[in-house]
């Protein structure tokens, strides 16, 4: 690969590097600055982002080492998913029975017996049912072609993420696909690393490597010769920062490798589709059963009659009587199999997830969409999800003096010492913090990075303080990251002569911001206007506490920024763990506001509706978090609000009682979501909680349904979720709701729909074959066949994929533990079945003398034809009534909403039109008189007032009980 490059570095010799570790091979290439020498990049600069400013970006580099995305796999092509759609055991029986047939047919049409005035059509019936199997194949194996497309597109969306890197000197963020050898990556808490590489600088970074190695040890990180500085993909950063220099992507990476081992590997089957299998296959031995008894009746009937008849049948007619029994027996199999019934989860699925994806739900576990549709309990976070997560500093105390609108913090900044109080600020802000300026898609400079350190670094740009200059100028000597469970982020720099000046100057100073109880708790001095220190007594303590109280009843987040000097001898004494956040000389305490963003209050009313209880979890302040709850609507008359500490301080029993009333929970902790969600589930509750931060992931992936932020996520987060906010956007969530319960209501639907026709047409041809003299049903094969193209593959794309209305939440969730068919459906599937044979029987037997038919060959075929045209007009319109299981009397309500649904019912009455007149010996029908057309519509479309007047009748086996044929399975649990 690449001899002919200018790298002077081979990709064989990267990947002996990383599979195992070898520090022996690292001596071998020379070192981490040999590495980077031939790699061309300069560790301090980075790669040069004019390189990536044109189409051949990187060229010579990713020609040489490879691109950092995996081949696409090996999709179907669609002869294979024709054969597939065919390697069905009934399809491949029918083929050889109508082959059969269709030899048996030549044969009779060129036999001497065959009289010679009669047309030779002996051959059409088993050509037919050979054309109508290619058909079902077909219309199959597109479905599943265009199922596969839409997947795929879905699991490029799925991959793709956003990473840090440094090129020509600046921090700038580019999609991982984008990401080079050479590359230098910026690591951070939470991040999932996209590709294998060598530590070159950072302070405390510690990786997860278990999912690479199999090692559960953190691995911490150090420069080469001092420990570990190798940098493997597929580990998670669990704590501090760092940089890497990208040595290999893509398929050559430890987790490429990896992940092209695993490949081909089915995906499982998600619950409602295993609940359905478990249906199909129940529903199949009835009809098989059928079918066996159909045939033996038929059998036993033919011989009883031969042999009472004066003259025995030869044998060929034996042979070809036998066959048609046999093609008869096979099409009951056929269309009592309900094949459409896993396939309509599929269809269903393939079309939320889409569409959910125009929504900002990028789902990543398909069960997790269905499950959606049952859940019981909302917990989402406030930052980002609920607010905006625009924030601006807005109010503030900082060094004894106010401010409390945005406009003023200029008008503070002449009250303050510039030397010792303005410049420390500045230096704080800047130091303390890993958010940096860039410009944004639309080419306009904005702030990335976490939206607190955004405010504050803005607060000091409207000051006129260029961050960037401070940060370059100052000695960071140690870094303690933002974590959750300590909620501050501390920085330790060498105190210089351009440092900010100090009444307490020393060696080393200690930057600190965070939760203002937390930081304040910390604190035993407090800064004045003019720089100088005072302690920090009971009286100053309450004053800056109700400061807190104050602007969190203000619905603000409050951040209080504190520093302590401290010498040489100190810092050697201290932990690298732990950061030192005791006496500590308190600057100030500011507030950040966050509006909540448009249509959240809308969304928690339209979840309380749908019978969704929704709590508020965060790591804000108690009051700020109430404040912020109640302009929601979260927080209710008689809700629970407490901190997490108060909630882990409880034994179960007690946490037991008080989670059905708790509404807000502040402060909380990582561990404060688990507890919170297993409490729940204890109760039966199907869960939803969100998450962005890599302690979320153990709650996310207990929740039911796990949703991580797509814009303030960790990748962590992201990897445990189900499914990807892409917005961070609390109202995504409601839609994913809708989706979920369309998900479910779109396979009950069709359920009500294909039972109905199953039963009918199984029944129809048993009785009518039974009844008949010489052994046919009053439906053909080819017409059976017709009908189960209708009611399995159209009818589920028709039902499946009716997208969600608002009357979805007007009902409470359906339980996890309830049976696919409900008491409603039973009595829609019944009454429908009963109806649709008790019509088709009284014109079979009774038609002739209503319609004015008499006994003639011809007349008897235009009668067996309005018995046809009758059963497909009643499933037509039987479609329509089951758009609705609930008790809804208008079935055509938002109809036309649905192009798909509209589409197909044209198609199947243009189908049946054409069928009908030009059908002829192929599919034994005849054309219609424009009356017999309207009459036999007429009678189909009675299908509606039944449905309407089922529907009047009562529930007396309750709404949700399970009847016939409803196999219960425990809840879908995430591994």
């Known amino acids: 690969m690449g001899d002919s490059s200018s790298f002077d570095i081979k990709v064989d010799d990267i990947s002996q590097l990383f599979d195992p570790k070898s520090d022996e091979q690292l001596q071998k290439l020379g070192g981490v600055d040999a590495i980077c020498k031939k790699l061309k990049v300069d560790p301090s600069f980075g790669l040069s982002a004019d390189q990536g400013s044109n189409q051949d970006a990187f060229k010579e580099r990713q020609e040489h080492f490879g691109r950092n995305v995996l081949p696409e796999p090996k999709s179907k092509t669609f002869l294979q998913l024709l054969w597939a759609a065919y390697n069905d055991k009934t399809l491949i029986m029918l083929s050889i029975a109508s082959i059969v047939s269709l030899a048996v047919g030549i044969w009779e049409d060129y036999s001497p017996r065959h009289p010679k005035d009669e047309p030779r059509v002996g051959w059409v019936e088993g050509t037919a049912i050979l054309v109508a199997v290619l058909a079902v194949v077909l219309t199959n194996a597109i479905n599943d072609y265009q199922k596969e497309a839409q997947f795929k597109k879905l699991n490029s969306k799925k991959e793709d993420r956003v990473v840090k890197v440094l090129r020509s000197g600046r921090e700038q963020q580019i999609s991982v696909y984008d990401l080079n050898v050479g ?448 302009n929601a609507g979260i927080l209710t008359k008689g809700g629970l609000a407490m901190s997490g500490p108060e909630l882990r301080k409880m034994s179960v029993e007690e946490q037991r009682k008080v989670i059905p009333r708790l509404q807000v929970l502040a402060r909380s902790s990582p561990q404060d979501k688990t507890i919170v969600v297993s409490r729940l589930q204890e109760q039966d509750q199907v869960v939803g909680m969100t998450g ?44 994913a709701l809708l989706w979920g319960r369309a998900v479910n209501d779109g396979v009950r639907k069709f359920l009500t729909f294909q039972l109905t026709v199953n039963i009918a047409a199984v029944v129809l041809s048993f009785i009518s074959a039974i009844a008949s003299e010489n052994a046919e049903s009053v439906l053909s094969a080819v017409q059976l066949l017709w009908v189960n193209l209708i009611m399995d593959t159209l009818a589920a794309l028709a039902l499946a994929t009716e997208p969600p209305t608002n009357d979805l939440l007007q009902r409470k969730p359906i339980s996890k533990y309830a049976h696919l068919i409900n008491y409603r459906m039973a009595k829609m599937i019944l009454g429908q079945a009963i109806f649709q044979i008790a019509v088709n029987l009284i014109v079979i037997y009774l038609g002739g003398p209503i319609f004015h038919l008499h006994d003639s060959e011809y007349d008897q075929k235009v009668l067996r034809t309005m018995v046809f045209n009758i059963f497909v007009f009643l499933q037509v319109f039987n479609e329509i009534n089951c758009r609705r299981i609930d008790q809804t009397l208008n079935v055509f309500k938002d109809m036309f909403d649905n192009w798909i649904f509209i589409a197909i019912q044209v198609l199947v009455i243009v189908g049946q039109f054409l069928i009908v007149t030009f059908g002829g010996i192929a599919f034994k029908t005849v054309p219609l008189s424009p009356q017999q057309w309207a009459i036999t519509v007429a009678i189909g479309a009675l299908s509606l007032p039944v449905g309407f007047i089922i529907r009047l009748l009562p529930d007396c086996g309750g709404r949700t009980k399970g009847v016939f044929f409803a196999p219960s399975s425990p809840p879908y649990k995430k591994s």
């Open 692 to 735: 962005d931060g890599t302690n979320d992931g153990p709650a996310l992936k207990m929740a039911d349904v796990g949703f991580s932020m797509g814009i303030a996520g960790t990748e962590v987060a992201k990897e445990a979720s189900d499914i990807i906010l892409m917005d961070d956007n609390f109202n995504s969530i409601l839609k």
């Open 183 to 630: 590359d230098i990556l910026i690591l951070e808490p939470g991040d999932i690393i996209p590709v294998d590489g060598l530590y070159l600088k950072g302070h405390n970074l510690a990786c997860d490597e278990s999912s690479a190695t199999g090692e559960s040890d953190t691995m911490k990180k150090n420069v080469e010769g001092r420990g570990d500085c190798f940098i493997l993909s597929g580990s998670k950063v669990l704590e501090g920062v760092g940089r890497a220099v990208v040595l290999a992507v893509g398929e050559h990476s430890f987790f490429g490798k990896t992940m092209m081992s695993m490949r081909g590997d089915e995906a499982e089957g998600t619950p409602l589709q295993m609940k359905l299998d478990t249906l199909a296959e129940q529903i199949a031995k009835l009809g098989f059963a059928a079918a066996v008894l159909m045939l033996i009746a038929l059998v036993i009937k033919y011989f009883v009659t031969a042999a009472l008849a004066p003259e025995f049948p030869p044998v060929g007619d034996i042979a070809a009587s036998m066959i048609s029994i046999v093609i008869q027996a096979i099409t009951i199999i056929v269309v009592a199999v309900p094949e459409g019934l896993p396939m309509a989860v599929t269809m269903a699925l393939a079309f939320a997830t889409t569409q959910m994806l125009k929504d900002n739900n990028l789902v990543r576990v398909l069960a997790a969409c269905e499950t959606m549709g049952n859940a019981t309990a909302i917990c989402s976070d406030k930052t980002g999800t609920l607010t905006q997560n625009k924030m601006t500093v807005t109010h503030g105390t900082l060094a004894q003096e106010t401010f409390e609108k945005q406009d003023d913090v200029k008008s503070w900044a002449n009250k303050v010492d510039k030397d010792h109080v303005l410049s420390l600020l500045f230096e704080t802000v800047a130091v303390n913090s890993t958010a940096f300026e860039d410009k944004n898609e639309q080419g306009q400079l904005e702030f990335i990075g976490s939206k607190t350190e955004c405010a504050l670094l803005g607060m000091t740009k409207a000051l006129g303080n260029h961050y960037e200059d401070v940060r370059h100028d100052a000695t960071v000597a140690k870094v303690y990251p933002f974590a959750s469970k300590r909620k501050t982020m501390t920085t330790i720099i060498q105190t210089k002569e351009n440092s900010a000046r100090t009444k307490t100057q020393s060696d080393y100073r200690v930057h600190v911001k965070g939760a203002s109880e937390i930081v304040l708790e910390g604190c035993t001095k407090y800064l004045d206007s003019n720089g100088e220190v005072h302690k920090l007594d009971k009286e100053a303590i309450v004053k800056w506490n109700g400061i807190i109280s104050s602007y969190a009843d203000k619905a603000l987040r409050t951040i209080a920024i504190a520093f302590r000097d401290i010498s040489k001898s100190q810092y050697k004494k201290l932990n690298d763990d732990e950061p030192p956040i005791e006496e500590l000389t308190l600057v100030g305490i500011v507030g950040i506001m966050d509006p909540l963003r448009p249509g959240v209050v809308e969304s928690v009313s339209a979840f309380r509706q749908a019978g969704v209880f929704v709590r508020m979890i965060t790591g804000d302040n108690l009051n700020t978090a109430k404040a912020i709850a109640r």
